[in-house]
């Protein structure tokens, strides 16, 4: 069975990972710092939460073939795929502020986005349309599981 938020395990395993994270892990790709990314997986959340505007990228080909490959396609997503502006620091992502108080609202939008009072947000994934719930809940393992282990956890 594929890893989903929305599987208690799967969660725990997402959250014991950010709570080994450090203000001084170092990248093994990219060019966010460690604080960045927490800021990152944050606005992401609050995004396909429908409590920031993220701006659409989508058409036909990335609703329908890219979706399926990168929710449901056994292998991890590859490095450097450019994200949306509103997400992507230096530019509309949320500044890192306070390193523990920043990882602790990215610890509470993975424990509500991966609960089960958590309804499918009108929000749509900017790349990938309007989705289900075991949709978002596969994207809500994936997303910081890539950059998890971008950091080596």
């Not at 108080?101 to 749509?124: I, T, Y």
């Amino acid at each position: 069975m594929k890893k989903t938020l929305g599987q208690k395990e799967a969660r725990e395993e997402i959250l014991s990972r950010i709570a080994r994270l450090r203000p001084d892990s170092q990248h093994q790709w990219g060019q966010m710092t460690v604080h960045e990314m927490i800021c990152h997986l944050s606005d992401s959340y609050l995004g396909c939460m429908g409590q920031k505007y993220i701006s659409p990228a989508s058409g036909l080909f990335q609703r329908t073939v890219m979706k399926w490959g990168a929710l449901w396609f056994p292998m991890p997503w590859p490095k450097g795929v450019p994200t949306r502006p509103e997400v992507q620091q230096g530019v509309g992502g949320t500044p890192p502020v306070d390193f523990d108080s920043d990882r602790a609202r990215l610890v509470e939008l993975v424990n509500s986005f991966g609960s089960p009072e958590f309804k499918d947000s009108e929000a749509e994934h900017p790349l990938f349309g309007r989705m289900s719930r075991q949709d978002w809940m596969r994207w809500g393992y994936l997303h910081p599981d890539h950059h998890l282990r971008q950091f080596g956890v």
